[in-house]
């Protein structure tokens, strides 16, 4: 009885202090919080350094590092090596041969350069090193063209326009006239050069030049192959709805070419950058580098622009005869920007970055991470933010997906190789042209439509449904020539 107030009292008594002590640990948070949040604002701030002055003469990534350290950073780090079940190129320390994991590559590819050396890829550091040891260039005879895709070359380009008469100065800003008019001239001129002498023109693989504006840090497009392709594209009837801009350019006067530096959208060029040099391209010595998207950038379409292309000389394009056949065939080179074209992320207008240069938090810094890769490697990242799944679900639907075409490119290529066998066989007992000539036809068709897919890297994920239809092509055209060879019989 007499007890009962104090329970209550001291009850009060560790309210207040309870009540005090929160009210005091909240403000010492506040205060850390504030503190951290000040912090935070000045780290954003500071994205970028200025201690450098960039210009349109800057190549060395080194100096662009010095104003953004952790773009440069991550860049370098693209010259670790990695694998998954499909991609890169192994950590063993060398490029996994292509070759050596299908052997029939080497009869499908027989008589042309590819059936010597060809490799998995490798990171961005790799490019220009990769490219000037491969036997595709120290046993055959290449051109400059090769360094469009492989080498900073956007002040290459101008240095040797100017060279060669183009007006103006270096420090001309990109997008004037004189600047473009140096960038085409010295495009065209090292189109023409030896391999061997026009690599000495350049010194690093893709740098920031290649994709930035010095001045403002924006999305830029230096390679003239994807500024003629872009509006080649445009010019056709293809639709395009993951380009909204071209299909918007489509429905003007058509008076100004369709360019991606004026008109595209961030998102777009999200994608764009990527697109100046992964997607399929004719470079040979025969006529300067191009796109073939005149008629769209399905595969049939492109196969369609080859079709009906002349080379200067008038003999009817082709990429080389086949050894064995002698059929004239295409050699399809990584269509990843046309493949991810026909997919449903890029309908939904999810672009290249979106998956391999997701983003990061850096303390309060959102930046884009420069260590382009696989997706495959940093899942949370890359695809985590939209697909709500765990890990090793998004992982195994990936894996079915490549594991579906792997299988069906495999009977792709098992039906072609039966093709060039049936076919040698038949020419080697006489078989007169006029019958050969339809079935080297079929063999075109088949062979370019396998190596396609083949050539493309993300074993048909960025657009399943469309590699599998491609490769059922391929083997229907394998499987018609056979017929068509026994009919001849
Ligand atoms: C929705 C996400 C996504 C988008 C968008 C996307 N990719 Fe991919 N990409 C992937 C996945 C997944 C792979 C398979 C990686 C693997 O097998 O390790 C891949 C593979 C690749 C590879 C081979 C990578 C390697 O490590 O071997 C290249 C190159 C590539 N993509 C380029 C592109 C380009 C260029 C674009 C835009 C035109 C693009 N990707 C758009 C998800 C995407
Ligand atoms: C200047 C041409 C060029 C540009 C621009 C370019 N790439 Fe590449 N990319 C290459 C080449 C060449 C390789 C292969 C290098 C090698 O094997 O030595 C490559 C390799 C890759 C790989 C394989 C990486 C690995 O470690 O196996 C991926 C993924 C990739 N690129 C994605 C992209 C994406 C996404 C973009 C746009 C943000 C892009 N690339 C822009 C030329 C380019
Ligand atoms: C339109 C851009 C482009 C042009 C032009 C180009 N490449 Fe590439 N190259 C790439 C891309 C993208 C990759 C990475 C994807 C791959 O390996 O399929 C690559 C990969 C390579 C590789 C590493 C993998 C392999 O195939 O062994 C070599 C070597 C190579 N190219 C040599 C050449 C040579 C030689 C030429 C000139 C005949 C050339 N490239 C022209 C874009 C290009
Ligand atoms: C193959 C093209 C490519 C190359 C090469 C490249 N970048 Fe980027 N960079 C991008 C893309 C794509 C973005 C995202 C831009 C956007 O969303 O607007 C980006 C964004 C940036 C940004 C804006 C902040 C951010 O991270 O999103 C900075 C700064 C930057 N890059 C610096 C560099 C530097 C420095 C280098 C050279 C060491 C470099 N980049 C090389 C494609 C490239
Ligand atoms: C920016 C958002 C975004 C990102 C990032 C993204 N996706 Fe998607 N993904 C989509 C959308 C949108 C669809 C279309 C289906 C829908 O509308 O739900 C889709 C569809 C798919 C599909 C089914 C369609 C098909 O092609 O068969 C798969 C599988 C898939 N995504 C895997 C991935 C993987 C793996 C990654 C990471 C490498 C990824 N996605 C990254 C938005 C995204």
């Not at 004189?178 to 350049?202: H, I, R, W």
């Amino acid at each position: 009885m007499t007890a009962e107030p104090r329970p209550a009292k001291s009850r009060q008594t560790l309210r207040f202090v309870i009540v005090a002590l929160a009210a005091a640990g909240a403000t010492v948070l506040v205060m850390l919080l504030n503190r951290n949040v000040a912090e935070r604002r000045q780290e954003a701030k500071q994205t970028s350094l200025d201690l450098v002055r960039l210009d349109e003469t800057v190549v060395d990534p080194a100096q662009w590092g010095k104003n953004f350290p952790r773009q440069h950073d991550a860049y370098l780090r693209t010259a670790e090596r990695f694998s998954t079940k499909y991609g890169g190129a192994g950590s063993e320390g060398f490029a996994k041969s292509r070759l050596e994991d299908d052997p029939r590559l080497v009869t499908i590819f027989d008589g042309y350069a590819f059936a010597i050396d060809f490799n998995q890829r490798q990171g961005h550091a790799y490019m220009l090193d990769d490219q000037r040891k491969t036997k595709r260039v120290t046993q055959r005879k290449q051109t400059g063209a090769c360094l469009h895709c492989h080498s900073s070359n956007t002040v290459a380009y101008r240095e040797l326009g100017l060279k060669h008469g183009a007006p103006g100065k270096l420090d001309d800003p990109f997008l004037t006239d004189n600047a473009q008019k140096q960038l085409y001239a010295g495009f065209e001129a090292s189109c023409k050069m030896p391999y061997d002498e026009a690599t000495k023109l350049v010194s690093h693989p893709v740098t920031c030049i290649d994709c930035h504006d010095p001045q403002n840090m924006a999305l830029r497009i230096t390679k003239p192959g994807l500024l003629d392709g872009i509006d080649a594209l445009a010019r056709s009837e293809d639709p395009v709805p993951h380009l909204p801009t071209v299909e918007k350019w489509r429905k003007g006067d058509r008076k100004v070419r369709y360019d991606p530096n004026r008109e595209a959208t961030r998102q777009e060029m999200r994608s764009l950058v990527c697109a100046q040099c992964h997607v399929e391209y004719y470079c040979g010595a025969k006529a300067t580098l191009f796109f073939p998207w005149g008629k769209g950038l399905k595969a049939e379409q492109i196969e369609a622009v080859y079709a009906e292309y002349k080379f200067a000389d008038g003999t009817p394009f082709s990429d080389w005869k086949h050894k064995r056949t002698g059929a004239d065939v295409y050699k399809a080179q990584h269509p990843e920007f046309e493949l991810w074209s026909q997919g449903v992320h890029a309908r939904s207008g999810v672009s290249c970055a979106d998956c391999h240069m997701p983003y990061v938090r850096e303390g309060a810094i959102k930046i884009s991470d420069h260590h382009v890769k696989s997706p495959l490697l940093d899942v949370a990242r890359a695809c985590q933010v939209c697909h709500r799944f765990p890990e090793q679900e998004i992982q195994a639907r990936v894996a079915t997906i490549q594991d579906r075409t792997h299988h069906l490119m495999s009977r792709a290529e098992d039906a072609l190789v039966q093709l060039i066998g049936e076919l040698e066989a038949a020419k080697q007992a006489g078989a007169a042209e006029a019958k050969l000539q339809p079935v080297w036809a079929l063999q075109r068709k088949a062979q370019w439509r396998l190596d396609f897919v083949n050539a493309e890297n993300s074993m048909g994920f960025h657009a399943p449904q469309e590699a599998a239809r491609i490769l059922g092509e391929a083997i229907d055209y394998a499987r018609q020539g056979q017929l068509a060879l026994r009919d001849a019989k």
